[in-house]
């Protein structure tokens, strides 16, 4: 709100932060399933970051910007192919602003740090960490990763070709014919060559998002499918 965003723009005014560090997405429950709670904890997480975006743009000593820290629990499986508490998706709408920030604003020197799901019980140690990565961390993005029997471990985003991970861990990359697949952009053509290769590959629900309006050949394409017993449903944004 303009409220808060007029506060940070005067915080800049006045003081030569070395960070804005938003954890407001740590007080969000992170298994609300009514509908109208998860609603209006999306609007406080973008809006929060919005405002901090807004009062960075606005500010005058543009050579010295102070980072912008997105503090998150629980955004994403930090070690594919592993069971872990299953990712917030409220919590990784973060991580994609985060992302974008940093291709779009690179000036604003923006950070996700992600604290592990399964230290809900350890406030110390959540604050232990995020201090350390404050401090001395450079990374941009970072995800924290706990079990029952070990303190967290740190995790650092890097590209690895996925070939070479599975040849090494052993691992065979599988779905299951109950889960839901998700595909944003899915009219374009990589979407519809990907989606043909996990219905290969045993999908049968998919939730699928993109701008355009369905033509009479893809409503066809789509009704087709679902006389094959592929669930699908087709939402525009």
């Known amino acids: 709100n303009h409220a808060l965003k007029n506060k940070l723009a005067d915080l800049l005014a006045k003081h030569p932060l070395a960070a804005i560090v938003n954890c407001w997405a740590l007080d969000i429950n992170p298994v609300l399933v009514d509908t109208s709670a998860i609603a209006r ?8 970051v919005l405002c901090a975006v807004q009062a960075l743009a606005d500010h005058n000593h543009r ?16 070690i594919p192919g592993q069971h872990q508490t299953p990712a917030s998706v409220l919590q990784a709408n973060l991580l994609g602003m985060g992302k974008s920030l940093r291709r779009e604003h690179p000036e604003f ?12 019980l350890q406030p ?6 995020l201090l350390l990565e404050l401090l001395n961390g450079s990374e941009s993005e970072v995800a924290y990763l706990a079990n029952h029997t070990q303190d967290a471990r740190r995790y650092v985003a890097r590209l690895l070709p996925a070939a070479s991970h599975f040849k090494s861990t052993g691992e065979t990359l599988t779905f299951s014919a109950r889960e839901t697949c998700l595909i944003t952009g899915a009219l374009g053509n990589i979407a519809v060559q990907l989606r043909t290769w996990l219905i290969a590959k045993g999908v049968r629900h998919f939730v699928l998002v993109g701008q355009r309006e369905l033509t009479e050949q893809q409503i066809n394409e789509f009704n087709q499918l679902r006389e094959q017993d592929i669930a699908l449903e087709y939402i525009q944004s």
């Open 109 to 120: 020197n923006c950070r996700n740090i992600d604290l592990s799901p399964r230290t809900l």
């Open 41 to 48: 904890a999306r609007t406080i997480l973008n809006g929060s």
């Open 63 to 78: 050579d010295s910007y102070p980072g912008l820290v997105l503090v998150t629990r629980g955004a994403q499986c930090a």
């Open 124 to 129: 110390a140690s959540d604050a232990d960490q």
